[in-house]
C-alpha cells in the first residue's frame, strides 16, 4: 500500500477537530466521569500486563488520590496480617494528618476520602498485595498499543503528514495540557503531602492529564482509518472516560475526576487574579497567576493590590513569585515607591481619534478610548544599579484597571511608548499602528 503523502482538505479540516476535542476533554468538559468505561479499561490494562482485577476507586481530585492511597496502605496494614508497615508509617498515615490539617480544605478532603476508602474496602483487603504498578502498566501500553500504532502510522504516512498532524495536533495538546496542567497540578497536590509528612505515591501515566498528546496524535489517525487497532480503540474509550489523573497499585487503581474549573491567561498559563485557577469537585483549589502557584493567603495579598513594594519584599517568595507579584502591584504606588521617571507616552489611540472620532472610535476600537500606554524609566531599580523600563498600561477591557509590563532596556531606552508597546506584541511599530486591536 502506498503511503499517504498528503492530507485531503477534508482531513486537514479534521485536524482543528481533533485538537479541540482533546484539549476540552481534558480541561474543559467538567468533572463527569463515565466508571463503567474507566473499570473496563483499568481492568483491560491489568490484564494485559497479568495483573488481576483491581479494585477501582474513584476519587474527585489528585489530592484525594494521593489521600486514598495513603489511607488503603493503613488499612492493608491493619487487615491484613501478611502486611507489616513500621509504627511510625502507620502514625503518620492515621493520626498526623488529622492534626495538622483539621479544618481546611485537605482536612476535609482527607475525611471524605477515608470514609469512603473504608466504606468500598473493608472486607475485601485480606488478600491484597501492597505494590506500585504504574511503570508495569505503562510499560504494556507503551509495548502492546502505542508502540505497535507509532509503527502503523509510519509504515502507512509520509513524514511530511506525520510532522503536519504533530505539530498542530500532538504539539497543541501537549502545550495546553502536560506541559501547564500536569507539572502544576502534580508539583502543587506532591507539596501538600509532603507537608503532611504522607507518602507521595508515584502517579500512573495512563490519564488524560499526560496521555492526551500522544493518543491526540493517534486517534487523528484513526479517524481517517489509517489504523484500526483494537488495542487503541480501547485505550482512547478509557481516556474518553474522563479519568484526570491516576495511581496504579496491585490489587487497586485510584483514579481522579477532572476539575469543576479551570482558568487561563492568554498563553494557556494558569491563572486568575478573579478566582482559583483550578477547582476541583471536592473543594480542593489551586491559586495561580499567569502560571506560577500561589499559597492561598499570599494570592489574595497580591491581587488586592494593597501591597507596597516594602511589604513585598518582607514576604517568603520564589523569583518567579516575586516578579508576578511586581507585576501585580498597584502601578501608581509602584512607580511611586520606585520612583519612577515617565518618558513618552503613546499616539497610537490619539491618532485613531484623530482619523475616525470619538464616536466610530467607541463602536469600533473601545480600546481606543483607553488611557494611552506610558513608558516609564527607573533607575537604581532594587538598588542594584541598574536602570530598567516599564510600561503602564490600562486593561484592555476593565475600565480603570491598570498593569505594569516590564521591557527590554534596549528598547526602553529609546524612548519610544508604541515601539515598546509593538516590541511588547512582537510587532514592528508600523504593524503595531496598523493592527485592529491594541
Avoid at 151 to 180: I, L
Avoid at 302 to 313: D, H, I, K, R
Avoid at 407 to 435: C, R
Amino acid at each position: 500500500m502506498a503511503k499517504l503523502e498528503k492530507l485531503t482538505k477534508e482531513q486537514e479540516a479534521l485536524i482543528p477537530d481533533i485538537r479541540d476535542k482533546w484539549i476540552k476533554l481534558a480541561l474543559t468538559d467538567g468533572p463527569e466521569l463515565d466508571i463503567e468505561k474507566a473499570k473496563q479499561g483499568i481492568e483491560w490494562m491489568y490484564d494485559m500486563t497479568g495483573l488481576k482485577k483491581p479494585i477501582v476507586l474513584v476519587v474527585d481530585s489528585p489530592l484525594a488520590a494521593q489521600y486514598a492511597a495513603n489511607i488503603l496502605k493503613a488499612e492493608l496494614s491493619q487487615n491484613n496480617s501478611s502486611y507489616k508497615v513500621r509504627d511510625q508509617v502507620r502514625g503518620q498515615v492515621r493520626g498526623q494528618v488529622s492534626d495538622q490539617v483539621r479544618g481546611q480544605v485537605s482536612g476535609q478532603v482527607w475525611d471524605q476520602v477515608r470514609d469512603q476508602v473504608r466504606g468500598q474496602v473493608r472486607g475485601q483487603v485480606s488478600d491484597q498485595v501492597w505494590g506500585q504498578v504504574s511503570d508495569q502498566v505503562s510499560g504494556q501500553v507503551r509495548g502492546q498499543v502505542r508502540g505497535q500504532v507509532r509503527d502503523q502510522v509510519s509504515g502507512q504516512v509520509s513524514g511530511q503528514v506525520s510532522d503536519q498532524v504533530w505539530d498542530q495536533v500532538w504539539d497543541q495538546v501537549r502545550g495546553q495540557v502536560s506541559d501547564q496542567v500536569w507539572g502544576q497540578v502534580s508539583d502543587q497536590v506532591r507539596g501538600q503531602v509532603q507537608k503532611e509528612k504522607l507518602e507521595t505515591f508515584t502517579w500512573s501515566w495512563e490519564s488524560l492529564a499526560w496521555r492526551s498528546d500522544d493518543f491526540s496524535f493517534y486517534d487523528f489517525f484513526y479517524q481517517i482509518g489509517v489504523t484500526d487497532h483494537e488495542g487503541l480503540k480501547k485505550y482512547l474509550d478509557y481516556l474518553q472516560s474522563g479519568v484526570f489523573f491516576s495511581i496504579f497499585l496491585e490489587g487497586f487503581a485510584i483514579i481522579s475526576r477532572r476539575p469543576t474549573a479551570i482558568r487561563r491567561d492568554t498563553s494557556h498559563a494558569l491563572d486568575s487574579d478573579q478566582l482559583p485557577a483550578i477547582e476541583f469537585k471536592d473543594g480542593y483549589k489551586l491559586w495561580f497567576l499567569h502560571g506560577v502557584a500561589f499559597e492561598e493567603d499570599v494570592w489574595k495579598r497580591v491581587v488586592s493590590q494593597e501591597l507596597t513594594l516594602p511589604e513585598l519584599a518582607q514576604l517568603d517568595l520564589g523569583a518567579d513569585q516575586r516578579a508576578i507579584a511586581i507585576q501585580m502591584l498597584r502601578p501608581d504606588r509602584l512607580l511611586e515607591q520606585m520612583g519612577a521617571k515617565k518618558i513618552a507616552t503613546g499616539l497610537k489611540y490619539t491618532k485613531l481619534q484623530e482619523m475616525y472620532g470619538e464616536d466610530y472610535c467607541a463602536a469600533n476600537f473601545p480600546w481606543s478610548l483607553n488611557t494611552p500606554t506610558e513608558l516609564y524609566e527607573v533607575k537604581d531599580f532594587m538598588d542594584t544599579g541598574r536602570t530598567e523600563y516599564c510600561m503602564k498600561m490600562e486593561h484592555p477591557s476593565i475600565k480603570g484597571k491598570f498593569y505594569i509590563e516590564w521591557i527590554e532596556p534596549e528598547i526602553g531606552k529609546k524612548a519610544d511608548a508604541d515601539l515598546a508597546q509593538a516590541h511588547a506584541f512582537g510587532m514592528t511599530v508600523e504593524e503595531y499602528f496598523e493592527a485592529s486591536e491594541a
